[in-house]
């Protein structure tokens, strides 16, 4: 079935850098992603939707300059959070949806750690 | 707006009990409804789904039925087991929608 890769599962960086995430849909192609961000024991935020080829749209309150989302091909997303501090300390989920279906393909997550 | 609503966790029961997880939600037009499930650690894997009214999605033994008279999509599991212990989310992407929308999450414990 469909699968999704996220790379690295888990990081850990010092405040003021910056970190990409990589988001890879490994047999189908996908030209909707969805990067979302999880906190501990809550739900899923959705922080933006990745467009092949266009602008990622970002939802309200997710800073776009901030968390920098390319969708480069039909296969693979990046996320990556610039001028990382401790809060944006967090579980980090993609996923994609192949064309023509409604259910998403979730990736296994990033945990990102900011001290 | 459209909206998913799980009973609040987290559920506790023992090995071989039947559970029941609530969900309800709030939508225009005829959303799919979707079961998704987190074990620890991990990313989100769809469980079951149904796109219309009275569709039964049903999957390692979870069931759940597309009810839109009372706009419920309950997940069901005649007999739990240890390792069923995750959180389960309930969520619901609108017809030719392009988002879905997920619920809260429900965690759940079973024990041995």
């Known amino acids: 079935g469909a699968v999704v890769s996220q790379h690295p599962s888990w990081v850990i960086c010092k405040s003021g850098t910056s970190v990409k995430i990589e988001c890879r849909s490994l047999?189908?192609?996908?030209?909707?992603m969805f990067w979302y961000r999880q906190f501990p024991k809550q739900s899923l935020m959705l922080m933006a939707t990745s467009n092949e080829g266009s602008k990622a749209t970002y939802e309200q309150g997710v800073e776009k300059d901030k968390f920098l989302i390319n969708h480069a091909s039909l296969t693979l997303s990046t996320l990556t959070v610039t001028s990382a501090h401790p809060e944006d300390s967090s579980f980090y989920i993609c996923?994609?949806?192949?064309?023509?279906?409604?259910?998403?393909?979730f990736g296994p997550g990033t945990r990102l750690t900011v001290t | 707006g459209d909206s998913v609503t799980q009973m609040e966790g987290p559920v506790t029961l023992s090995e071989e009990a039947f559970l029941t997880i609530n969900c309800t939600y709030t939508?225009?037009?005829?959303?799919?409804l979707f079961w998704y499930v987190q074990y620890p650690g991990e990313g989100l894997q769809l469980l079951l789904k149904a796109t219309k009214a009275d569709d039964k999605g049903s999957n390692k033994g979870f069931e759940a039925t597309y009810r839109k008279e009372t706009t419920s999509f309950h997940l069901e599991k005649g007999s739990v087991q240890v390792s069923d212990s995750a959180v389960y989310f309930c969520?619901?992407?609108?017809?030719?929608?392009?988002?879905?929308?997920f619920g809260a999450g429900t965690r759940l414990f079973v024990k041995a």
């Open positions: 969520a619901l992407t609108l017809t030719g929608g392009f988002k879905t929308i």
């Open positions: 939508a225009t037009g005829y959303p799919s």
């Open positions: 996923s994609a949806r192949p064309p023509g279906i409604e259910e998403q393909y």
């Open positions: 047999d189908f192609q996908a030209t909707t």
